[in-house]
């Protein structure tokens, strides 16, 4: 009885085994696409229309603020007005600043520059949320 006991249990452990083996399979093959591939290009003042769109948004920075004070320390990169009048805000959070080698309220201060991301709302501003230097580019004027 004990000999049949040892191979239930073998054979339990081996099933679960492949099933979780199966699982992690599937989970690669079957999850969602993050990609920041942008949908459309448009200039600042349209990405109040594309909310939830992964775009490339481009303009004229007005003010780039590193909000040192703020609970997680983003930088915020404004365009069309300073804040709290902006049209569209590019954020990028502290943790990522390590990613830059030159401090992107420095960086992109008065330029034309194109952001890709997932348009989102905050407070009643679009936004995208950048963590990676080459979500960020300089750009010709429209």
């Known amino acids: 009885m004990a ?8 054979t339990v452990i081996s099933i679960v085994f492949i099933i979780l083996l199966l699982a992690l399979m599937l989970s690669r093959v079957f999850r969602p696409s993050v990609s920041t591939s ?22 004229d920075v007005v003010s780039a ?19 709290p009048n902006q049209v569209f805000t590019v954020v990028i959070w ?3 600043l ?7 309220a420095d960086l992109y201060s008065d330029r034309f520059v194109c952001a890709r991301g997932r348009i989102t709302l905050h407070n009643d501003v679009p936004q995208i949320v950048v963590s990676q230097p080459d979500q960020i580019s300089f750009s010709r004027r429209y």
């Not at 942008?38 to 303009?59: D, F, L």
């Not at 590193?66 to 404004?78: D, K, L, M, S």
């Not at 390590?98 to 992107?104: G, I, N, V, Y």
């Open 65 to 83: 603020t590193f909000a040192r004070n703020v609970g997680g320390q983003p930088t915020f990169i404004n365009f069309g007005d300073d804040y």
């Open 3 to 10: 000999l049949s006991s040892n191979n239930f249990k073998r």
């Open 94 to 96: 502290g943790e990522y």
């Open 38 to 59: 942008p949908q459309i290009s448009i200039i600042y003042n349209e990405a109040v229309h594309h909310i939830g769109t992964t775009a490339e948004v481009c303009g």
């Open 98 to 104: 390590t990613h830059w080698r030159t401090p992107p």
